[in-house]
């Protein structure tokens, strides 16, 4: 530690890879952890078409190597299969920090797991207070300021928790259980973003923080128990939508290329932020559920089912503050977006028999 600098392809040490006015630009070298996840390969397809060089870090938990796979063979390509709990030396440019497990039913299953990997802290279980978890640090932050890299955390709407403000603005501090099932998530990113802003405050570290809602598009986990990836598996299959609650409850879907660009904008720009990055088109589970049939199939059957614990009631992000500072708004309606998930999905599940490989 500390001797080695950031001698990434094209900027200085502490440039974060921003380029001076007037000058070319040149590809950089970047760093997506959770790459081979759903947001991160379309992230990584822009990132490599827009000439820079990519390292994916993934330990296919959730991921796929099917993501990525079109891009073996580019020399400007690597992937390295490696648990983001444990420390990493790489000299880059940017870390886009993505690697968690991002779904419930993925987050739930090991929580302790999930706080970790969301806050990749080392010794973990010797450390018997928060204080000293928000004292210890995440290893793509210690990588950011060893090399002198941009960091930009993928956040959450779940920092809101359930929230009492509508919509969320990223001046509100959330209602979030800190004992229940959501809270490993929900805590983890939260501590996550505390980590950050300290790595920030007291090293000097470049960071960027997104916080994200729900998202959905092509490549998304077919099973991973999210309410738009299980109604279209569950239309498309012929099998009832399972509405969990009342399904009066709300959300807002963005389309995963809108999130790629705001968060290739957040990195670029020159605001540390947090900022709210999703749709702010808001639908009732039932109103989503409705929008399915109306892509899929008219006669398919809604089921009501018990709802979770602490799910929220109701979310919507506030974005005035990424129109004004990132010049970004999602492009994508829900109505638009959809089909394209939907043909991807057709595909996955009738046309390719090796899907389901976590
Ligand atoms: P995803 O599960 O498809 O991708 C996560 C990737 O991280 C997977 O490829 C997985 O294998 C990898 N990963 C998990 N733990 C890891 C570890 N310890 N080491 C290395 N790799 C690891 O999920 P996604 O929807 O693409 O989410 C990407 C990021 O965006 C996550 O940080 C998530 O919390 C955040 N986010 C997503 C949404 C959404 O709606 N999709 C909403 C809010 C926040
Ligand atoms: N780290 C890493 N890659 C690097 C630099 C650091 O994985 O290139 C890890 C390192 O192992 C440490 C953590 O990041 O556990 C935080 O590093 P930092 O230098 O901030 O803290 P220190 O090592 O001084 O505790
Ligand atoms: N949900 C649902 N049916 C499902 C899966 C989820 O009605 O098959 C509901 C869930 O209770 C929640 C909303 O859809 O109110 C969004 O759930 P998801 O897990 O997709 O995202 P999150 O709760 O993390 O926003």
Same mark, same amino acid.
């Given at each position: ?10 900027? @200085?040490?502490? @440039?974060? =890879? ?51 796979? $079109? ?15 444990? /420390? ?10 993505? &690697? ?10 090991? /929580? ?22 928000? @004292? ?7 990588? &950011? ?32 259980? /800190?004992? +229940? ?21 007291? &090293? ?12 959905? +598009? *092509? ?27 009342? =399904? ?24 540390? +932020?947090?900022?709210?990055? =999703?749709? /702010? ?30 799910? *929220? $009631? ?5 974005? @005035? ?17 959809? *089909? ?17 490989? &976590?």
């Amino acid at each position: 530690n500390g001797h080695a600098t950031g001698f990434g392809i094209g900027s @200085s040490v502490n @440039s974060g =890879g921003k380029i001076p006015l007037g000058l070319k630009r040149k590809g950089l070298r970047i760093v997506v952890t959770g790459g081979a996840g759903f947001v991160g390969s379309h992230l990584v397809d822009r990132l490599i078409s827009r000439g820079d060089s990519v390292i994916v870090v993934d330990n296919f938990f959730t991921g796929r190597k099917e993501n990525v796979m $079109h891009h073996f063979g580019n020399p400007r390509f690597e992937l390295i299969r490696h648990d983001v709990v444990e /420390p990493l030396l790489l000299e880059v440019d940017q870390i886009y920090h993505l &690697a968690c497990p991002a779904s419930p039913v993925h987050y739930k299953h090991n /929580p302790v797991k999930t706080i970790i990997s969301f806050t990749p802290i080392i010794n973990f279980p010797n450390l018997p207070q928060f204080f000293f978890i928000i @004292s210890r640090t995440l290893n793509m932050l210690g990588l &950011a300021k060893r090399v002198g890299a941009r960091f930009l955390l993928t956040s959450t709407s779940e920092v809101y928790g359930d929230p009492l403000q509508h919509p969320q603005v990223e001046t509100y501090w959330g209602n979030v259980n /800190p004992i +229940g099932v959501r809270s490993c998530y929900d805590e983890g990113k939260r501590t996550a973003e505390t980590l950050t802003m300290d790595y920030h405050r007291g &090293a000097g570290v470049q960071v960027r923080i997104a916080r994200i809602f729900n998202t959905y +598009g *092509p490549r998304m986990c077919i099973d991973d128990g999210r309410v738009v990836s299980n109604f279209v598996a569950q239309a498309l299959r012929k099998e009832p939508l399972t509405v969990y609650g009342d =399904g009066k409850q709300t959300r807002s879907f963005q389309y995963v290329s809108d999130l790629v660009e705001g968060l290739m904008r957040l990195m670029e720009g020159e605001h540390v +932020g947090p900022f709210n990055l =999703g749709n /702010p088109g808001e639908f009732t589970m039932l109103e989503l559920a409705q929008v399915v049939q109306e892509t899929i199939d008219a006669n398919a059957k809604i089921e009501f089912r018990p709802n979770t614990e602490d799910d *929220p $009631h109701k979310r919507k992000p506030d974005i @005035s503050k990424a129109k004004e500072f990132l010049g970004w708004e999602p492009k994508v309606p829900l109505r638009k977006g959809l *089909p394209m998930m939907v043909s991807d999905f057709r595909q996955r599940i009738f046309g390719d028999h090796k899907e389901n490989a &976590a």
